[in-house]
């Protein structure tokens, strides 16, 4: 089997077979299957499995790493995976579905997290929901967490920082400027046009 390398870092490279990504090594290890011949080198079908499996070993403490550093989506380790550690598609769910067994990974708890973290910063129900996706969670988990964290009364506060926020802002302008300002303000942070009329008093 023929593979090449990549230079990563300096003491790191990337393995590729048939110019598909395998993972990352250590050029210590690496130097150890190539023979010195780090660049371009082949490998029997036997040998390269063995270089694969010491990838994997490598990749799934990589992960371990970026998990422990905090709270990761499924989604986030999917994609470190994949455009960090450039690790071989084939491998990826079977680390991912092993870190979900040890519950390393937790969609449902990541997603509770951020939500206390993003309504504790006043952010609103539309930019906690925006945030979610970007973290690529389920849709499901979004709206049973958003229903669970957001009622009425903490919507209100939420609106009620981020109204007098704007008004800190826009305290030097004309009332009419003013108070189109703080309505565009709002409305672009995902407050409805009502309710933000109404919080100005009509």
Known sequence: MKLKTIKRTKTTSIVLANDEYWGILPDKILHFYCKGQLEYFELSDDVAAKLLEEIRKLSWNKLLDYLAYCERSY??????????????????????????????????????????????????????????????????????????????????EILEANFKKAKRRFSKLKKNERNEKILNYLTRKGFSYWEVKEKMGG
């Open 75 to 156: 989604g986030e380790c999917d994609e470190f995976l994949s455009r960090k550690i450039f690790l071989k598609k084939e491998l990826q769910p079977t680390l991912l579905r092993k870190a979900v067994s040890l519950n390393f990974i937790n969609d449902t708890r990541f997603a509770e997290m951020l939500t206390e973290n993003l309504i504790r910063n006043s952010k609103s129900r539309v930019e906690i929901k925006n945030k979610l996706y970007a973290k690529k969670i389920n849709e499901k988990i979004i709206s049973d967490i958003l229903q669970k964290k957001i009622d009425s009364k903490t919507a209100d």
